[in-house]
């Protein structure tokens, strides 16, 4: 986002490919970035008028867009064994893959699964222990992943962003690291 320039879509990485509801998500944010334009009564389009939409953007999907980039990060970092082992012993279903087609949070696949069905999954898991290492990163990090997109600027001040922006590209680069 730029004065007098806005974008959405693929041109801005809103695409999911691990399960395709990017399109959605760019209709989503077509609507939030219509009602910043539209809520600019001097039609200046500026930085500051424009990043009405940028906060509804992350309260609404960034959150959930960088946990699944997250979860994105740990997959690409497993082993063809690991990913059989978590689907040959059930730590994975088929179904869990759909986790974000409706609702995009990490949070609709482990908020719909009992108490129960979550244990028996983790003691499945804990039979792979470097295995396990790697998947406790994405609970570990889930938090701090969230108290950073919580601190998403609500004014565009560009040292504000650029502060957020360094603490949210940080998290990311290390969390890679550590993963590796």
């Known amino acids: 986002m730029a004065d007098g320039y806005a974008a959405v879509g693929d041109c801005v990485g809103m695409t999911m490919p691990i399960m395709g509801s990017g399109i959605s998500a760019s209709i989503r944010a077509g609507a939030m970035l219509a009602r910043a334009v539209l809520a600019d009564e001097e039609d200046c389009f500026t930085r500051e008028t424009l ?12 959150f959930a867009f960088s946990s699944l980039e997250l979860i994105k990060a740990v997959m690409t970092k497993l082993s063809k064994e690991d990913i059989a082992f978590l689907f040959d012993n059930k730590v994975f ?53 969230k108290s950073i997109t919580a601190t998403f600027p609500s004014k565009y001040s560009e040292n504000s962003v650029e502060r957020w922006a360094e603490r949210y590209n940080g998290f990311f ?5 550590r993963i590796s």
């Open 51 to 62: 990043w009405q939409y940028e906060t509804e953007y992350m309260k609404k999907l960034g």
């Open 93 to 145: 279903t088929s179904d869990d893959m759909t986790f974000g087609c409706d609702d995009i949070s990490l949070l609709s696949l482990i908020g719909n699964m009992s108490i129960v069905d979550f244990i028996d999954r983790a003691k499945k898991a804990s039979a792979n222990p470097a295995l396990l290492k790697k998947m406790s990163a994405v609970g570990v990090n889930f938090v701090k992943l």
């Open 173 to 177: 680069n290390s969390t890679l690291d």
